[in-house]
């Protein structure tokens, strides 16, 4: 029944339709790996804080977001009438109410991770911030986009991709977290997943980025990505084990 779902939202990409953004997939996937009942309203950028800004507090003035940034997605509402906003938040209320499987929120491995991404994304920011409108966004969001992420890089994004975005791959190579990344997952050997035959949170933080570069790109995004982690089959091999959970990205 409509009522006994949880309402997801996400952001829509041109069409076909799919889900691409890295923080709603981490709650995706969650959603899927729990086998939890929901349904997705897509939001374009300039729709998001009118239809959020009633049910959940705004994100505090130094939360780090884009200029003028009040909420974000991912956010749902639960069966109940609660309504969360933030992927991390997000999980652990999951976890909290549909405890089976297990997210394993307390593993080492996730603060290493999103500690890594912050990295890698600083890198890679260069790089798909000017791409992103014409790849991914539909054109109501175009606005949008440059207006919230100009002030970030201190320069239009064209010029952001002449001056930084060309060797941003290199940058991130050189730097060495993707390859940090890498080692993690090769820790366990039993494998595929961070911690060995069970998947986490941790995977899915990690999937997110990785579906992301994916929908940016295959050839000059997720391609580059594998081609400078130091092994890309492990990284294959996580995609693969999860297909069962990212399979469903349009609805």
């Not at 080692?183 to 039993?190: R, T, V």
């Not at 069970?198 to 990505?225: H, N, P, T």
Request: net charge negative.
């Amino acid at each position: 029944m409509a009522d006994e779902q949880i309402l997801f939202f996400d952001i829509p990409s041109k069409p076909p339709l799919a889900a691409w953004s890295l923080n709603p997939w981490k709650s995706r996937l969650v959603l899927h790996y729990k086998n939890l009942n929901y349904t997705t309203e897509w939001l374009e950028y300039p729709e998001i804080a009118p239809r959020l800004k009633d049910h959940i507090e705004a994100w505090p003035e130094n939360s780090g977001l884009p200029p003028g940034t009040t909420h974000t997605i991912p956010a749902l509402k639960l069966p109940s009438g609660e309504w969360l906003m933030d992927s991390k938040k997000i999980a652990h209320r999951l976890e909290e109410l549909y405890p089976s499987p297990p997210l394993h929120l307390d593993s080492p491995v996730i603060p290493k991770l999103e500690a890594a991404l912050k990295i890698i994304m600083k890198h890679l920011s260069n790089y798909f911030m000017p791409l992103l409108p014409s790849r991914i966004l539909n054109e109501v969001s175009h606005a949008h986009w440059y207006k919230s992420r100009e002030p970030v890089a201190g320069m239009p994004l064209d010029q952001l991709f002449e001056t930084k975005g060309k060797t941003a791959w290199h940058d991130l190579e050189k730097e060495g977290t993707l390859r940090e990344v890498t080692d993690w997952l090769k820790e366990n050997e039993e494998g595929p997943f961070f911690l060995g035959k069970e998947a986490s949170y941790a995977d899915f933080v990690w999937i997110g980025f990785l579906i992301f570069m994916k929908c940016l790109g295959e050839e000059d995004a997720y391609q580059q990505v594998l081609k400078r982690s130091g092994d890309a089959g492990v990284h294959e091999r996580l995609m693969e084990a999860a297909k069962q959970w990212t399979e469903r990205n349009d609805r």
